[in-house]
């Protein structure tokens, strides 16, 4: 079976007491299962993971890399500055593997910090704005 791995960055284990307003009411846990039970429906081996630090997500993009894994990835806030990050998420999209953008909010209607991302120019595609569901094109886009 295809293996995916959906990989989120800082705070995102905070999903659904963190501004609910923002990022909706569906905590971690609900975020896992219903990304894994899509993944099942769609024939993919789907592994989701969080991390708040840099230098582990980074690690994870390598491991893609290595093992020509697709990658779904909600960089949150390291969107905006990580180049570290870019420099990775590029490696995954060169060894012809997809690395779709994805996150909850739609960052372009936010913040003006947050209407740049140094992970797009990298990325296969961007999914923004559709809360869980963001996720759940993102896999469906890796199917098709
Ligand atoms: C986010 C948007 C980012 O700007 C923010 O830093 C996040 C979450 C989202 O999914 O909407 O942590 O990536």
Redo the contacts with the bound molecule.
């Keep these: 079976m295809q293996k995916v791995l959906v990989l989120n960055?800082?705070?995102?284990a905070r999903l659904g007491s963190?501004e609910p307003d923002?990022?909706g009411s569906t905590n971690y846990e609900g975020l896992v299962s219903a990304v894994t039970d899509l993944g099942t429906d769609l024939g993919l081996t789907v592994e989701v993971r969080q991390t708040d630090s840099e230098s582990e997500l980074i690690g994870w993009l390598h491991e893609a890399v290595d093992g020509e894994i697709d990658v779904v990835l909600?960089?949150?806030?390291?969107?905006?500055y990580s180049y570290a990050l870019r420099d990775a998420a590029v490696q995954v999209t060169k060894t012809g593997r997809k690395l779709i953008e994805?996150?909850?909010?739609?960052?372009h209607t936010?913040?003006e910090?947050?209407h740049t991302s140094v992970i797009s120019g990298v990325a296969t595609g961007v999914i923004?704005?559709f809360g869980v569901t963001?996720y759940l094109l993102a896999l469906s886009a890796i199917a098709n």
């Design positions: 960055g800082p705070n995102l963190r923002i990022y909600n960089p949150a806030a390291f969107t905006h994805v996150h909850l909010s739609n960052p936010r913040e910090f947050r923004a704005g963001s």
